[in-house]
Antibody, heavy 119, light 109 residues
Framework: EVQLVETGGGLIQPGGSLRLSCAAS????????MSWVRQAPGKGLEWVSV???????YYADSVKGRFTISRDNSKNTLYLQMNSLRAEDTAVYYC?????????????WGQGTLVTVSS | SYVLTQPPSVSVAPGKTARITCGGN??????VHWYQQKPGQAPVLVIY???DRPSGIPERFSGSNSGNTATLTISRVEAGDEADYYC????????????FGGGTKLTVL
């Protein structure tokens, strides 16, 4: 059974850093594309970042230069390192699996972890 | 970057048919995926590649895509279908290839 479990969210002051983790089971993270998607309170879904099976990474303009996506193949875990956090980064962060392919869907999602950026 | 436009809300009576649209420039040339999100829950894939249904999704959910509009159709709507629905495409011409529509709140009257 495919499962994704995000951890690492919490309350952080503006300018601070946080690392989110997404532990996967039932499939191999490195054999898939993996994305982070966030949702600000009361708002829609916003794609944040993706790491391809080959290791290439892409970011939304809103987080480029501040966030870094990575994975640990030995732990089958996806990460999102978030630096220089701003109030507008406050959101529930979801990790999601995308089978390899240019147009495949996000077929499994984690339950999300809440990040609150506030002083 | 590519923009997807959805109506903010759609209302339908139980047993009727709901249609949620997703507009984009020549979206018919792209593969569209649809997600359902109920309050407090993670999104769930309900339609992929325009019109395919994942296992476990009722046949009442269907999709189409042509021209500048993709449509999610829910037949014989039930109270449990009340949720937010998001369309999504991959914009291969962009460095930010994953695009979501703004979402549509489906209300069952």
């Amino acid at each position: 059974e495919v499962q994704l479990v995000e951890t690492g969210g919490g309350l952080i002051q503006p300018g601070g850093s946080l690392r989110l983790s997404c532990a996967a089971s039932g499939f191999t993270v490195s054999s898939n594309y993996m994305s982070w998607v966030r949702q600000a309170p009361g708002k829609g879904l916003e794609w944040v970042s993706v790491i391809y099976s080959g290791g290439s990474t892409y970011y939304a303009d809103s987080v480029k230069g501040r966030f870094t996506i990575s994975r640990d193949n030995s732990k089958n875990t996806l990460y999102l390192q978030m630096n220089s956090l701003r109030a507008e980064d406050t959101a529930v962060y979801y990790c999601a699996r995308q089978p390899v392919g240019a147009t495949t869907p996000l077929d499994y999602w984690g339950q999300g972890t809440l990040v609150t950026v506030s002083s | 970057s590519y923009v997807l436009t959805q109506p903010p809300s759609v209302s339908v009576a139980p047993g009727k048919t709901a249609r949620i649209t997703c507009g984009g420039n020549n979206i018919g040339s792209k593969s569209v995926h649809w997600y359902q999100q109920k309050p407090g829950q993670a999104p769930v894939l309900v339609i992929y590649y325009d019109s395919d249904r994942p296992s476990g999704i009722p046949e009442r959910f269907s999709g189409s895509n042509s021209g500048n509009t993709a449509t999610l159709t829910i037949s014989r709507v039930e109270a449990g279908d009340e949720a937010d629905y998001y369309c999504q495409v991959w914009d291969s011409s962009s460095d930010h290839p994953r695009v979501f529509g703004g979402g549509t709140k489906l209300t069952v009257l």
